[in-house]
Nanobody, 125 residues
Framework: VQLQASGGGLVQPGGSLRLSCAAS????????MGWFRQAPGKERESVAAISRGGGSTYYADSVKGRFTISRDNAKNTVYLQMDSLKPEDTAVYYC???????????????????WGQGTQVTVSS
């Protein structure tokens, strides 16, 4: 599985961005997908995750009510809509995939097997 994240950039506090992650290969619809971020000097952390069919989602407490994860299995793409952005959201954002035949829900960094290259999000006035 190859993942290509895009959509990052510079935005003012309170603004919005939409990240996209396009996946190659035939396993996308059988993969849990997640968004993660890593700020300078900090560990990579989970932001949001979505189950294979999209019926279950996870959000970190810090982004609940502001970020929305979604997926389009026909387009092999997962999205992260980020609204009401704050300076503390500044980080490199990564998408990741967890192919699985199990119905377990995955959201931890250590759960995921394939990673994209990351896209920088900077929230600053």
């Amino acid at each position: 599985v190859q993942l290509q994240a895009s959509g990052g950039g510079l935005v003012q506090p309170g603004g919005s961005l939409r990240l996209s992650c396009a996946a190659s290969g035939s396993t996308f619809s059988r993969s849990a997908m997640g968004w993660f971020r890593q700020a300078p000097g900090k560990e990579r952390e989970s932001v949001a995750a979505i189950s294979r069919g999209g019926g279950s989602t996870y959000y970190a407490d810090s982004v609940k009510g502001r970020f929305t994860i979604s997926r389009d299995n026909a387009k092999n793409t997962v999205y992260l809509q980020m609204d009401s952005l704050k300076p503390e959201d500044t980080a490199v954002y990564y998408c990741a995939a967890k192919p699985s035949i199990l119905t377990a829900f995955y959201y931890r960094v250590s759960d995921f097997d394939y990673w994209g290259q990351g896209t920088q999000v900077t929230v600053s006035s």
